[in-house]
């Protein structure tokens, strides 16, 4: 156990609409990382938020978008969602000089 | 691109040494040796990191070559549970303000009976 979790576990939208997934840090990790992993394949960096900001992002497009808040718990939404944007959503908290640490994901399916 | 390339899959005996290698022959001064593994619908789980040096914790040992161009994650006593994709990257660590993993295809390590 991290001590990260993530909600909700499983997902099934329909293309086009939109989705907001959460993701609580470990207590003291200030800095949340999103990743997306496609079936069989490796997780794949979206971005990246440390003390309320985006401080990097992947190759993924604007409609991929985050929040996090002063708890440093954070929010990743989708919009207009496409099919091939089903997939197991992961995020990871960190603290400065520290590891990532993964939460359990959530799969989000799209139909 | 991941900068690093690792085996498809291996087989181990249960109790016994797995030793995964992994090469990096591109990685920068700054850059270390992470590795995570993957259980099957789960999320990454962090293992172990070096730099230079070998390492050693409660779950595994990672040894890096002098030239640091490769390394070898090594579980001394193989359980069933150690089954999984074991993930090897090179990153600058989180201390320099931002770090993003990027993870290739894995080894895909199974632990047999």
């Known amino acids: 156990e991290t001590g990260v979790t993530q909600s909700p576990t499983h997902l099934i939208k329909t293309r086009g609409q939109q989705v907001t997934l959460r993701c609580s840090s470990q207590?003291?990790?200030?800095?949340v990382s999103w990743y997306q992993q496609a079936l069989g394949q490796g997780p794949q960096f979206i971005f990246q938020y440390y003390r309320e900001e985006e401080n990097g992002r992947g190759n993924f497009p604007p409609r991929f978008s985050g929040l996090q808040f002063p708890n440093y718990s954070s929010e990743l939404n989708v919009n207009a969602l496409e099919l091939d944007d089903s997939a197991l959503y992961l995020c990871a908290s960190s603290k400065q000089g520290d590891e990532q640490y993964f939460g359990p994901g959530t799969r989000l399916t799209v139909t | 691109d991941a900068k690093t390339t690792q085996p498809t899959s291996m087989d181990c005996a249960e109790g016994r040494a797995a030793n995964l290698p992994c090469n990096h022959s591109t990685i920068s001064g700054n850059e270390y040796v992470y590795w995570y593994r993957q259980i099957h619908s789960q999320g990454p789980q962090y293992i172990i990191h070096g730099l230079k040096n070998n390492e050693t914790n409660e779950m595994a040992s990672l040894i890096i070559t002098e030239d640091r161009k490769s390394s070898t994650l090594i579980l001394p006593h193989a359980t069933l549970r150690d089954t999984a994709v074991y993930y090897c990257?090179?990153?600058?660590?989180?201390?320099?303000?931002?770090?993003?993993?990027?993870f290739g295809t894995g080894t895909r390590l199974l632990v047999s009976p």
């Open positions: 207590s003291g990790h200030n800095t």
């Open positions: 990257i090179v990153s600058p660590p989180m201390n320099t303000g931002f770090q993003k993993l990027v």
